[in-house]
């Protein structure tokens, strides 16, 4: 079953940059039939679609974050990683790495099947 | 972007009981909703796609329905390990987004 853990700093300074990893293990990020995504839940909000990439390398981001966010990975060590630059105190949530699939059938439903548990991010001087 | 509304945000419920969230789209999305499971420092788990096709190894206890904008969670005998807060997504468009969540307490 394949697994996701994310890691990262945990405190990072208003307008520095954000950087995070997500380590996939008992998979691939090679295959074909998967994306790998950024989701983050701010304290006491709702979840928020980041962005995510394909194993091509090709990233889509939620216009919202476009101008500061950058997705990358490495499929050499397995890992999917996040940049998030000129972060305020608005970017401070628990950032969570998830696998998206594509459920065949009557219709072809998109939905994250694999989660990691999420690194926790504070924006604060 | 689409607007997903869940309702109610919390609720209190003991165990054996019924219980059904629900989640309103801001504009029709077929059946492109999911629902998720998120308890504090766990990884959020999915429990139905596609509005009501039980994701593998989901109890059956589980039941999504819906189409358009108004959809439908429900958990037919809550059991202690359900006590989270759980989520609504539409996947029919891009940027795909999340309900408020309602906490099942």
């Known amino acids: 079953q394949v697994q996701l853990h994310e890691s990262g700093p945990g405190l990072v300074k208003p307008s520095q940059t954000l950087s995070l990893l997500c380590n996939v293990s008992?998979?691939?990020?090679?295959?074909?039939?998967?994306?790998w995504a950024w989701i983050r839940q701010a304290p006491g909000k709702g979840l928020e679609w980041l962005g995510y990439?394909?194993?091509?390398?090709?990233?889509y981001y939620n216009p919202s974050l476009r101008s500061r966010l950058t997705l990358s990975l490495d499929t050499s060590a397995n890992q999917v990683s996040l940049i998030l630059n000129s972060v305020t105190a608005a970017d401070s949530a628990t950032y969570h790495c998830?696998?998206?699939?594509?459920?065949?059938?009557?219709?072809?439903?998109?939905?994250?099947?694999?989660w990691g548990r999420g690194a926790r991010v504070t924006v604060s001087s | 972007d689409i607007q997903m509304t869940q309702s109610p945000s919390s609720l209190s419920a003991s165990v054996g009981d019924r219980v059904t969230i629900a989640c309103r789209a801001s504009q029709a999305i077929s059946s492109y909703l999911n629902w998720y499971q998120v308890k504090p420092g766990q990884a959020p788990k999915l429990l139905i796609y596609g509005a009501s096709n039980l994701h593998s190894g989901v109890p059956s206890r589980f039941s999504g329905t819906g189409v358009g904008t108004h959809f439908s969670l429900s958990i037919s005998s809550l059991q202690p390990e359900d006590l989270a807060t759980y989520f609504c997504q539409q996947s029919h468009t891009t940027p795909w987004t999340f309900g408020q969540g309602t906490k099942v307490e």
């Open positions: 990439i394909y194993y091509t390398g090709i990233p």
């Open positions: 998830a696998r998206k699939v594509v459920f065949r059938g009557l219709i072809d439903s998109d939905a994250f099947d694999v």
């Open positions: 008992h998979g691939s990020l090679s295959g074909g039939e998967y994306y």
